[in-house]
């Protein structure tokens, strides 16, 4: 059983990548992954790239990233995402992104706030043949209590509430209750929303030595039972991975990679000395339509003598973190967070903080190393096209709001794969058809005639 828009992502990012939640969706099953604070390239790409790398795995399509700090000036550039940025504009840190990957979306407008410190942002997919809204949203801590007239217009049909509201109750896994936890499970009653969250810890302060569920999920009743969550291992951060497993009840139809033809390894004379042996045995046909189709079937024997085919490569990334110097340290990381999680000793914690200090520092030397090796290879031999190629790679221009990558039908939900494919089809049968004004209505029916001649000609044209 397959999932049809494949699984997505929702991640957090806090300062430095300090601390990590996430969420994913799986190619049956959906993961909604969190990643806190601070997307930071320079310092953290090491943390960014294992959560890329644990969403490639995962087959995951969406990735909702808070507490970004970007600036608006910085670019953010990802092969094979759809980015959408909501930079917090008015002071530092905030900023909320989603990044979108082979699954149809819209971005859902959302009115202003009245409350300006609760950042919000959704999007809206079609999962088992319905519309399904995801709303990624972060409050920063403080006395101030949730807006409940925001929130309300989250409590929606079909929806997803991911994020971290600094709010603490038992209800999602908190040892103790603060007002705002308080307020928000009462809101929870009102809509009738559940809590995905099974209890357990989601954010372990290495600090503080305590640790807490911060990182909630709410789904609409009608979507919850199709839902499964579960604490993943953490990507060296505070926060550890939420994987949300979301079933699909219908089947998909397998797709075939489809064959394209290689036409720079064309044999272009082979081609035309088939082509003409093909066609010079052609005597008479009965009718035009029986001439059409031997010549079509003649291009296309000569095609396949002549021209290569094959299957196109699939994208894999190269992730530093999965080289052989790093991995070791990765999966020591991972049982040393493990360790802290159920014994918070003192040793581990300090244990820990060196051994993410290791990866860091050896991450930044395999990068640096990495591109000397690439420029050593560089001189006045190196052909225009690899250089421009790599010219583009290092190129940070991507669009950094993509509202939407589908159609919609006239009522505004959004189209399937194949209901786009035939809206287009429709659009250019509509664009491609002549229209004849008034002076022209010879000619159109000179042009009906002739054809009208043609198919009634026995042998052809």
Known sequence: MK??????VMTRLLKSFEHTASSVVQDKKELVWRVSRGLRPKTTRVKLDQLLDLANRHQAHIIAIQETKLKPTYNLKLREYCILRKDRLNKGGGGLIFLIRNSNFECVELPPF???ELEVQAIKIKWNNKCLNIYN???PPGNRGVSSDT???????????LGDFNAKHPLWGSSVANDRGNELSN????????VLNDGTPTY??????SRDALDVSFANPDIFPSCSWTVLDSVGSDYSPVLIELSHTHKTPN????????FKKANWGL??????????????????DSKWRFFNYSVLRAACVAIPRGNRKKYKPNFIHNSEALLPLLHQRNALQRDFMSSPFPDTKSALKLINAKIKQLYSVIRRDRWNSLCEGLDSRTPNTKLWNLVKNIDRMQPQVEKTNTFRHPGGSLCSDNEAANMLGRHYQKESRLSFNSEDKGIAKSARDFIHKSHCNPNGC
């Open 255 to 262: 797709s075939k990679n489809a064959l394209f033809w290689n």
């Open 271 to 288: 081609y035309k000395s088939s082509l003409d042996n093909s066609l010079s045995g052609v005597v008479s046909f009965c009718d035009l």
């Open 204 to 209: 372990c302060s290495h600090s503080y030595d």
């Open 187 to 194: 809101l929870l009653d009102d809509h009738a929303f559940c």
């Open 151 to 161: 929130l309300i217009l989250m409590f929606t049909d079909s929806s997803f509430i």
């Open 114 to 116: 009245s409350d300006t």
């Open 3 to 8: 999932l049809h828009l494949a699984p997505f």
């Open 137 to 139: 949203a972060y409050q």
